[in-house]
């Protein structure tokens, strides 16, 4: 039997060798559901497309389907097709509002650690097309600390972690953390994990948030965390969400809507000198090598 995991970097290695620039990849994660990753992860997206981006939002979170539900839309195709039905990258990409593209992973995510030589070829090389397809790829993964989530944010060059002023959600980011520095794979230097305090009442509550984790992560893990930026409580913001709307869309005036094309600016802005490695098919070449 055939080493599945190497097999599938020696693949990720030649298809990179052509890829001259790479889309840049933000994956969004939480150390627990509810604190507001999907909402974070479309609005950004539409913050992006408002600049002129082409925007692809890659739903990780098999167990959940918030990006659609959101955006309203129902894919017809997800990464199953892809794999197990012979259909092409262009098929399983649905466009939601302003023309954004979203890939539902669904159960093919599971999936992956079984594939055969050819599907994993197959994959790769349609995953790499996406390089040509979209200029930001933002994953947004599951909650909580799972292989799927922990193989996401190693193989991510820029993370943000959403956290909220609940104790319960400082300290499920912290054991989010802490099972990353675990992981043999994580390199510190090669990820830049930022927290976005989400459902705040101001700026200065935003910043104690990640005061409290950046403290305990430098202190226990000797690891580090930038702080991103604050979006706040906002009840129109709330009241897009029951209507399944995207707030940046539905409010663009309020102060969640600002707060969101702030951080989008941020993240376009200064970070845009960051060299990416290796780029998407290296998220999925992680994934496949940590669960296999």
């Known amino acids: 039997?055939?080493?599945?995991?190497?097999?599938?970097?020696?693949?990720?290695?030649?298809?990179?060798?052509?890829?001259?620039?790479?889309a840049k990849v933000i994956t969004i994660t939480s150390g627990k559901g509810g604190v507001g990753k999907s909402n974070t992860a479309v609005n950004l997206a539409v913050c992006f497309r408002k600049m002129g981006k082409r925007v692809i939002v890659f739903d990780a979170d098999f167990g959940l389907a918030n990006v659609e539900v959101m955006f309203g839309t129902m894919p017809k195709y997800t990464l199953k097709d892809l794999i197990y039905e012979g259909k092409s990258i262009t098929d399983i990409i649905t466009k939601g509002p302003m023309d954004i593209g979203f890939i539902s992973g669904g159960s093919g995510i599971v999936g992956l650690n079984n594939l055969t030589h050819d599907q994993i070829d197959f994959l790769v090389r349609s995953l790499s097309k996406l390089n040509e397809l979209t200029d930001v790829l933002i994953i947004d993964t599951g909650a909580g600390v799972s292989d799927s989530v922990l193989e996401f944010v190693v193989a991510s060059p820029e993370v943000i972690l959403i956290t909220t002023p609940e104790p319960s959600s400082l300290t499920d980011s912290y054991s989010l953390m802490k099972a990353l520095y675990k992981h043999p794979g994580f390199k510190g230097d090669d990820t830049n994990i930022r927290l976005l305090a989400n459902k705040v009442r101001n700026e200065e509550e935003g910043r104690?948030?990640?005061?409290?984790?950046?403290?305990?992560v430098t202190e226990f893990l000797h690891g580090h965390i930038s702080y991103l930026g604050m979006v706040p409580q906002d009840r129109i913001l709330e009241n897009a969400v029951r209507s399944q709307k995207v707030v940046s869309e539905y409010a663009p005036t309020a102060a969640s809507s600002y707060a969101y094309n702030d951080v989008a600016k941020k993240l376009m802005g200064e970070d845009s000198k960051v060299e990416y490695r290796w780029g998407i098919t290296q998220i999925f070449s992680h994934f496949v090598r940590g669960n296999s």
């Open 208 to 216: 104690s948030i990640y005061e409290k984790l950046s403290s305990v």
């Open 1 to 22: 039997m055939y080493d599945q995991a190497e097999n599938l970097r020696n693949i990720v290695r030649q298809q990179n060798q052509h890829n001259i620039g790479n």
